[in-house]
């Protein structure tokens, strides 16, 4: 019987201790929840107001696009107006160009080198002087044409690189690109509309020289090519190559001081060689301290120099030059290429009036010039923009005799 009552007493004791586990357990997971159930509405809250943030930044940032998109349209519409604005301005002045009595600065023939059989004698008398000063003169040149301004321009096609160089033969209809501004190959077509019609330089005949050209100052004048040799520490050479029989028939040494250019805004053209109705000519510069342009008359048999003149032209600035008549027109333009103007003109014959000197202005297109070369016959220019062919069709009229 005892044993049976301490029997009872243990279970009851065992029991209450369970009930008092169970019941630890119970509140423990119940302040866990309770705490779970905490962190959820706090979770829930921020993230309340995270989305109504959300809400508000994207309504800030629409109405932040709409007005960018609005100060869009508006810049775009004031860079069209712009655009028109500066098309008008440009119309204007080519319209003032042609009705205004051009400006430009005009030098006189300044003698500096001439052969021994022109030197003057110093016994002779200031009017025997005169004389075969003026005798000098109708020597150098017989044409009295001079350019009055640009009246049409023919955009060709785009081919090669952005500077370069593209003439047609005077005598002939052929018609030879030189693309970038040095090399020993160029290339021929047989005429103005072959080139046309070409895709690229296919379909022309290409011509290895013997030696390098440097710069795009060449020059094909009857059947021949003359272009500027130039190595490291050597001396300018002007070579004659016959396009016909594909030999070099005259070398001409052209002692300059260092490596100057002729023109200070396309520094590959160490020398340009011109041709017009009175022959050939070089324009260069005879030092890099040299300000000003210098103008050679050569014998295009023999590639005698026959008489130098300084232009008094600047280098500064210039982009290209061009000869019409033994008139030397210099091109010049600014380093962000703008428009292109004939801006100094020097006459070798001291035909040309300062009031009658042309301000002529190109139409403005791709870039700047790399090349401007004259075609006596067609009365033209070739023109190389940015990679882009032109030709300008000039019109001329009388030099007034001073």
Partial sequence: MKLLFALLISTARTFTGAQYYYQGLMDYLENRLLAIEDRMQLWHEQSHRYHTEMKDFKKLTAEAMDGL??????????????????????????????????????????????????????????????????????????????????????????????????????????????????????????????????????????IRLPSEWSGPGSAVYNGYLYYIKQEAEADMQVVKYDLLSGSVTETAMFPVEGRATVYNLNPETVADLAADDGGLWLLYAPSDSEPTISLAKMDAATLDIEQIWDTRCPRENAEAAFVVCGTVYVVYNTRLASRSRVQCVFDVNDMVLSEEAPLIYFPRRYGAHASLKYNPEEKQLYGWDDGYQIIYRLTMKRKLLA
């Fill in 69 to 206: 998109k609005n100060h869009h349209s508006m810049l775009f519409k004031d860079l069209e107006g712009a655009a028109a604005r500066v098309d008008r301005v440009e119309q204007e002045m080519d319209y003032v160009e042609t009705q205004m009595s051009p400006r430009a600065c005009t030098n006189r023939a300044d003698k500096v080198v001439e052969q021994d059989a022109w030197e003057l004698e110093e016994s002779r008398g200031e009017e025997e002087e005169e004389e075969e000063w003026e005798e000098l003169q109708s020597r150098v040149s017989d044409c009295v044409e001079i350019i009055s301004g640009i009246r049409s321009v023919k955009i060709m096609k785009r081919v090669g690189s952005p500077k370069g160089m593209w003439t047609r033969d005077p005598r002939s209809s052929k018609v030879y690109i030189f693309n970038g501004t040095s090399g020993n190959t160029i290339y021929q077509f047989k005429s103005l509309l072959d080139f046309s019609r070409s895709l690229g330089v296919t379909g022309s005949r290409s």
